[in-house]
Antibody, heavy 119, light 107 residues
Framework: QVQLQESGPGLVKPSETLSLTCTVS????????WSWIRQPPGMGLEWIGY???????NYNPSLKSRLTMSVDTSKNQFSLRLSSVTAADTAVYYC?????????????WGQGALVTVSS | AIRMTQSPSSFSASTGDRVTITCRAS??????LAWYQQKPGRAPKLLIY???TLQSGVPSRFSGSGSGTDFTLTISCLQSEDFATYYC?????????FGQGTKLEIK
């Protein structure tokens, strides 16, 4: 059974960089696309971007200028960095796997990591 | 970005009811639509993709239909565990976008 687990600081100061890592267990990170999705408290879902195991990426244009994703296949991990954060970036951040066949829906999700932007 | 609009935003129903949730896209998305269920404090769970394909392990009381701009999620006989928030998601164009959610509550 594939499992995903987000990790990283739960509190980030305004203007600093938010960093999260997703560790994949029970399966290989290879041959799949992996996304980050966020959900502000009490609100809906926003797709942040995806990374392929090869390192290719596709970002949401609304975040692209502040966003960097990377992958480490040796550790079965992928990561998110979002710079110059504001209170509007406060959210639960989920990592998720794209269903096999390169379709862009998400069949496995992490439990989510709440990141609060506050001084 | 393609805008996804769900209706209703919330409603109440009873166990055993048949319920339908609607999702409308701001432009045609063929059948590139998925439905998710989310319970409080939990990650979303994939129910349906390609508008009508049931994800493995999802009960057959869930069904989806539609293409182009108008889609529906139907739960044929509500069970207690179905009370949750439901989201549609389009994956026809970037960025992928979700509907605002439909909260299904117990009457």
């Amino acid at each position: 059974q594939v499992q995903l687990q987000e990790s990283g600081p739960g509190l980030v100061k305004p203007s600093e960089t938010l960093s999260l890592t997703c560790t994949v267990s029970g399966g290989s990170i290879s041959s799949y696309y992996w996304s980050w999705i966020r959900q502000p408290p009490g609100m809906g879902l926003e797709w942040i971007g995806y990374i392929y195991y090869s390192g290719s990426t596709n970002y949401n244009p609304s975040l692209k200028s502040r966003l960097t994703m990377s992958v480490d296949t040796s550790k079965n991990q992928f990561s998110l960095r979002l710079s110059s954060v504001t209170a509007a970036d406060t959210a639960v951040y989920y990592c998720a796997r794209h269903i096999s066949g390169a379709s862009n829906v998400f069949d496995y999700w992490g439990q989510g990591a709440l990141v609060t932007v506050s001084s | 970005a393609i805008r996804m609009t769900q209706s209703p935003s919330s409603f109440s129903a009873s166990t055993g009811d048949r319920v339908t949730i609607t999702c409308r896209a701001s432009q045609g998305i063929s059948s590139y639509l998925a439905w998710y269920q989310q319970k409080p404090g939990r990650a979303p769970k994939l129910l349906i993709y390609a508008a009508s394909t049931l994800q493995s392990g999802v009960p057959s009381r869930f069904s989806g239909s539609g293409s182009g701009t108008d889609f529906t999620l139907t739960i044929s006989c509500l069970q207690s565990e179905d009370f949750a928030t439901y989201y549609c998601q389009q994956y026809y164009g970037y960025p992928y976008t979700f509907g605002q959610g439909t909260k299904l509550e117990i009457k």
